[in-house]
């Protein structure tokens, strides 16, 4: 039992709420611990796939932070913590809480730093992008298909997790295109939208959450820019 657990405070043991967290440095996928983790990291995010429809977004989104969570993706120094504007390196944001923040070309920038280099960021990254695409429903991956060129780099192509979840949240209109009026709008006509989906009570919540998070995210972008 003293292999496998400690009590004591004062150990050595790492202490981590989930195994995905402790994993640092360049992963080697070659070995089993490494396949594992890659296993784990990149399986779909739930039986229901995405069809990158808003009324799915907000249950998609919180279920997508708590992998990320999970695996380290949103801890400090993750592929999700993100400096939006270079003349300000302090000011970091996460990606899943704030993505109205950063502009597709500020991904770049930050992308560019790393894409092509053997560190644990590609590794992420590429692990991220897998994630999602096994988490789209048919539907919602011809939705994005089409701006493959966006999220793909390179010959052969460098697959971007970053990329592809910043489009995917632009093609369900949750972008700075979104603005706060409408948002606004839409909240005030939340009976209507109630009736439309046939008193479905698990719709109505998310596009509740959903509006509200965008409402936050746009908020926060106003005061950035």
């Known amino acids: 039992m003293s292999d496998y657990y400690s009590l004591s405070e004062s150990s050595s043991v790492p202490f981590s709420r989930h195994p995905g967290q402790l994993s640092q440095g360049v992963i080697?996928?070659?070995?089993?611990?490494?396949?594992?983790?890659?296993?784990m990291a990149t399986q779909k995010l739930q039986d229901d796939l995405f069809d990158c429809k808003?009324?799915?977004?907000?249950?998609?989104?919180?279920?997508?932070?708590?992998?990320?969570?999970?695996?380290?993706?949103?801890?400090?120094?993750?592929?999700?913590?993100?400096?939006?504007?270079?003349?300000?390196p302090t000011e970091v944001r996460c990606l899943l809480e704030d993505y109205n923040v950063f502009s597709y070309d500020r991904l770049v920038q930050h992308e560019l730093t790393y894409i092509n280099s053997d560190t644990r960021y590609a590794q992420d990254?590429?692990?991220?992008?897998?994630?999602?695409?096994?988490?789209?429903?048919?539907s919602g991956k011809v939705k994005l298909i089409i701006h493959d060129k966006q999220y793909l780099d390179g010959v052969p192509p460098i697959e971007s997790g970053l990329f592809l979840l910043k489009i995917l949240i632009r093609e369900i209109h949750l972008d700075s295109n979104a603005t706060s009026s409408m948002i606004r709008t839409k909240l005030t006509n939340l009976n209507e939208y109630l009736s439309e989906t046939n008193n479905d009570i698990l719709k109505f919540n998310n596009h509740i959450g959903m509006l509200i998070d965008s409402l936050t995210a746009r908020s926060k972008q106003l005061k950035t820019s």
């Not at 080697?28 to 296993?39: R, T, V």
């Not at 977004?57 to 695996?71: A, V």
């Open 54 to 88: 808003p009324e799915g977004f907000y249950q998609f989104i919180k279920i997508l932070k708590s992998r990320s969570n999970y695996f380290g993706w949103s801890n400090e120094g993750g592929i999700l913590q993100v400096v939006p504007d270079p003349s300000k």
């Open 125 to 138: 990254n590429c692990m991220l992008y897998t994630c999602l695409m096994k988490s789209l429903s048919s």
């Open 28 to 39: 080697d996928f070659g070995s089993k611990p490494g396949w594992n983790h890659w296993k």
